[in-house]
């Protein structure tokens, strides 16, 4: 399947998606979900199930290629990794739900026990290993019949792609006319390769991409510097990314962008997150009729080893335990909140320090604290359905998924005023009558306490202030074909118009 082009007017485009993570196929985190669901989205915006968009994302180990998948391209690219200077590729592909996937195959790139790394430690060549994800999907949109006009980067790792448009295929009559949008989904994670691992992706101090004097070298500012246009993932994490807080560095030449640089926040596919019709949850209920969440409730708990008949507040939080998404000021938090009668489900993998106190706490009283460490989308959905508050203390967060899936579960979140959770909760202290959760904000224990407390006065208090909270919170539309899929496709028109008034003026 290759799709059919939608269209703003009489102008038909097709986009191409450069991404390490791809929901179902391959996920750490919310990157993937996003990168999933914009490219379905995208193909359903003029009403035709065919995508405008091809997904390229490597063929990791843990990737299930369906049956009737088809190796429908054979490629040779640089691979400056390789004592024969070339590596052999094939490109899978998998006609996904509204897009295809094409996957790029190469067993010593990607057939490897993790996705960035393991045991904790990133792989050595992940320079490398990216640069021939980059390398492989300009060539196969090279020789594809079918032409793309713009490249969408997802994150640190397809910069190679956008170094090798105006480097090497800076002539190609194909590569070379790419439009590029490059999405940043954490300035965070920025793919600093050190000077002695240039050489991976083909590159070289004084090269005139690579300063001479550099030490490590910055793939994520590379991909800026080359975008037509920049954006991130939500208007309020954009305009943080202009402080020295928040902007890691990249605050001036983020603000040198001007409109080039923008946010557009997350959305979120309102059929795979749809309580009615959730095949993981003990009960289907909707806005309309919320009592199935009841039977959620109880199914959880009593799986977890709670009691369901407590009525007292359980409180959820489900993350990549990473010092950002504020697992340690939840930990350090767990005795003032368990002397207020609450319990706690807490799901994530990552770094097991983080893990720690909530693994001693659910040792010392099983009965009330929980700790799922593992990846398991399916228990994910349950306690979203399942938990009464659900908990996001992130010290940053440019989007965030979870606040949006618990309000369209009826599950009030409890979120700190930063980034996409600022854009996508009303905080009901503020907003009597208006609010759709409860934020604080400054990132400490005591906060997040004073803002749980908050939250579990009003559910005991009941009656039609509660209901009413819930009830907003489920009516929030965050729908991407209703909300950010056209602003991406018009993003996609003016990187076009922008890259052709590039290619007109002549080099900079």
């Not at 490597?58 to 200077?85: F, K, L, M, N, T």
């Not at 996705?115 to 980059?134: A, M, S, V």
């Not at 994150?155 to 105006?166: E, Q």
């Not at 350090?332 to 706490?361: C, D, K, S």
Request: charged content about 25%.
């Amino acid at each position: 399947m290759a799709g059919r082009a939608a269209s703003i007017g009489s102008v038909a485009i097709r986009v191409a998606f450069l991404a390490a993570e791809c929901e179902p196929w391959a996920k750490t985190g919310g990157l993937a979900d996003v990168v999933d669901a914009l490219a379905r989205a995208l193909g359903r915006l003029d009403g035709r199930p065919a995508g405008i968009v091809d997904v390229y994302l490597p063929r990791y180990r843990e990737v299930a290629v369906p049956r009737g998948a088809s190796s429908a391209q054979q490629i040779r690219v640089p691979d400056p990794h390789s004592a024969s200077g070339v590596a052999e590729l094939s490109i899978v592909d998998v006609a996904a739900d509204g897009y295809r996937l094409r996957l790029v195959d190469h067993a010593a790139g990607f057939d490897r026990e993790g996705i960035y790394g393991n045991d904790g430690e990133d792989y050595g060549d992940n320079p490398w290993r990216f640069g021939l994800l980059c390398r492989a999907t300009l060539e196969a949109i090279r020789l594809h019949p079918e032409p793309v006009d713009v490249l969408h980067l997802h994150d640190w790792h397809a910069s190679p792609a956008s170094i090798l448009r105006d480097t090497r295929y800076a002539d190609d009559p194909v590569i070379g006319r790419l439009a590029v949008l490059h999405t940043l989904h954490n300035l965070a994670y920025r793919g600093w390769t050190p000077r002695d691992r240039l050489d991976q992706l083909g590159l070289a101090p004084g090269d005139g991409v690579v300063p001479a004097d550099v030490e490590s070298f910055d793939l994520l500012r590379a991909g800026i510097e080359r975008a037509e246009l920049v954006n991130t993932v939500s208007e309020g994490f954009a305009a943080e990314a202009l402080t020295p807080e928040h902007g890691r560095g990249l605050e001036g030449l983020l603000a040198g962008l001007g409109d080039r640089f923008f946010g557009i926040l997350n959305g979120l596919d309102c059929e795979v997150w749809d309580p009615a019709a959730d095949p993981a949850t003990a009960a289907p209920y909707d806005r309309a009729d919320r009592s199935g969440k009841a039977a959620c409730r109880a199914d959880l708990l009593a799986g977890l080893g709670f009691d369901p008949l407590d009525a007292g507040p359980v409180l959820g939080m489900i993350g990549r335990l990473d010092p950002q998404k504020g697992f340690d000021l939840l930990a350090a938090a767990v005795p003032r909140l368990l002397a207020m009668g609450a319990r706690i489900v807490v799901q994530g993998t990552g770094q097991r320090e983080l893990a720690e106190p909530f693994r001693r706490a659910a040792a010392a009283d099983p009965a009330r604290i929980a700790l799922i460490e593992r990846f398991d989308r399916d228990m994910a959905r349950r306690i979203y359905a399942g938990v009464d508050l659900f908990v996001m203390p992130s010290r940053f967060e440019p989007c965030g998924q979870g606040q949006m899936i618990a309000l369209r579960y009826g599950t009030p979140p409890i979120v700190r005023r930063t980034g996409g959770l600022a854009d996508s909760v009303v905080d009901e202290t503020d907003r009597p009558g208006r609010g759709t959760g409860f934020c604080f904000d400054e990132a400490s224990p005591e906060a997040l306490v004073a803002a749980c407390e908050r939250a579990i006065v009003c559910r005991a208090t009941g009656g039609t202030a509660w209901s009413r909270l819930v009830d907003r919170g489920m009516a929030v539309d965050f729908d991407w074909v209703r909300g950010s899929a056209p602003r991406y496709l018009a993003a996609y028109h003016r990187a076009i118009d922008l890259r052709r008034r590039r290619l007109a003026a002549g080099p900079r």
